[in-house]
């Protein structure tokens, strides 16, 4: 079992940044793929990025590309989420995910992943 506590959410203006973190205790932290996902008010929780289990592969929602960056620090346990150029289409609950199981491919989609963080709130006015 793995306890995932995101922290870094906030508010921002449309046009800026923030970084989400994501500190991981339990289980071996290295050996898992790690994502965020999303909910925005009334949706369901949709993917936005995910990272391999060694940080050498990683995935992007298309509505997040080229906009946002996920990295992790294996030595601290932590995953990160940089958010830059953000729009008010980006406001939801962000939420860390740990691979269930050991060395799993990178799926992006709720099915790949089966801890789950408490989520923090992210709020982009126009």
């Known amino acids: 079992q793995v306890l995932l506590v995101e922290s870094g959410g906030g508010q921002a203006q449309a046009g800026g940044s923030l970084r989400l973190s994501c500190a991981a205790s339990?289980?071996?932290?290295?050996?898992?793929?790690m994502g965020w996902f999303r909910q925005i008010s009334g949706k369901e929780r949709e993917f936005v990025a995910a990272?391999?289990?060694?940080?050498?592969?990683?995935l992007y929602a298309d509505y997040v590309k080229g906009r946002f960056n996920i990295s992790r620090d294996n030595a601290s346990r932590t995953v990160y989420l940089q958010m830059n150029s953000l729009k008010p289409e980006d406001t939801a609950v962000y939420y860390c995910?740990?691979?269930?199981?050991?060395?799993?491919?990178?799926?992006?989609?709720?099915?790949?992943?089966?801890?789950w963080g408490q989520g923090t709130q992210v709020t982009v006015s126009a």
């Open positions: 995910a740990a691979g269930s199981r050991p060395y799993g491919e990178l799926v992006p989609a709720r099915a790949g992943f089966g801890s």
């Open positions: 339990g289980r071996t932290f290295r050996s898992y793929t």
């Open positions: 990272s391999s289990w060694s940080g050498g592969s990683t």
